[in-house]
């Protein structure tokens, strides 16, 4: 069973509006969350973690996520989007299994944001 | 520190020969891994060492691929013979640990098998 879902291959937002990149997690026990970014022919670049603490997580570039355990869900969110936003955007999740720590990606979210 | 290095940074080669790709991960970090990213199948983990030892190769997609870590600093894959399904684009990155710690990506290689 996947444990990181990403609902939408592809959402779109103007410049200036707030966007969302959802992602659930299929995990028990007390995952850690990340978030990454990639642009055009370029690795993957770490935006932000939740290990613990305040369900409100603040990153880089003014992104920020927010834990919520009832629903399973770490969307990640910027309330004004910028044209040099667009990129492809990874969740994954880390936990412990009976294999011992795993670490899974989603499988991304391309974000467009239209000038 | 300059972060992952990778090399080289495009390969293009016949069907038949034989890649190798090669990674410097972060000084300092126990945990390494090799990934294969393409447009039909995501992101996928081929491979994760820890202090130099592989710990988990069931990603690896044939018995074509290997993979070895000689010392901290330096571990390659190889695709030996190459085909053109392996035309990818392949990412090293390491980390402090696999739990809690980010992972640091390379910039990649990408690979084209004719």
């Known amino acids: 069973a996947q444990s990181v879902a990403q609902p939408e291959d592809q959402v779109n937002v103007a410049e200036g509006n707030p966007l969302t990149v959802k992602c659930t997690y299929s995990?028990?026990?007390?995952?850690?969350l990340f978030w990454y970014v990639q642009y055009p022919n370029r690795g993957l670049q770490f935006l932000l973690k939740y290990i613990t603490g305040d369900n409100l997580v603040k990153g880089s570039y003014g992104f920020e996520a927010e834990f919520n355990k009832s629903q399973t869900s770490f969307h990640l969110k910027k309330p004004s989007a910028l044209v040099s936003d667009s990129a492809l955007y990874f969740c994954?999740?880390?936990?412990?299994?009976?294999?011992?720590?795993?670490?899974?990606f989603g499988p991304g979210t391309r974000l467009s944001v239209l000038p | 520190d300059a972060g992952v290095i990778q090399s080289p940074r495009h390969e293009v080669t016949e069907m038949g020969q034989e890649v190798t790709l090669r990674c410097k991960p972060i000084s300092g970090h126990d945990y390494l891994f090799w990934y294969r990213q393409t447009m039909m199948r995501g992101l996928e983990l081929l491979i994760y060492?820890?202090?130099?030892?592989?710990?988990?190769d069931s990603g690896m997609p044939e018995d074509r691929f290997s993979a070895k870590m000689p010392n901290a600093s330096f571990s390659t894959l190889k695709i030996q013979p190459s085909e053109p399904r392996d035309s990818a684009v392949y990412f090293c990155a390491s980390s402090l640990n696999r739990g809690r710690n980010e992972q640091f990506f390379g910039p990649g290689t990408r690979l084209t098998v004719l």
């Open positions: 060492f820890n202090n130099n030892v592989p710990i988990d």
């Open positions: 995990v028990s026990g007390n995952p850690y």
């Open positions: 994954a999740v880390s936990h412990r299994d009976n294999y011992g720590q795993n670490f899974v």
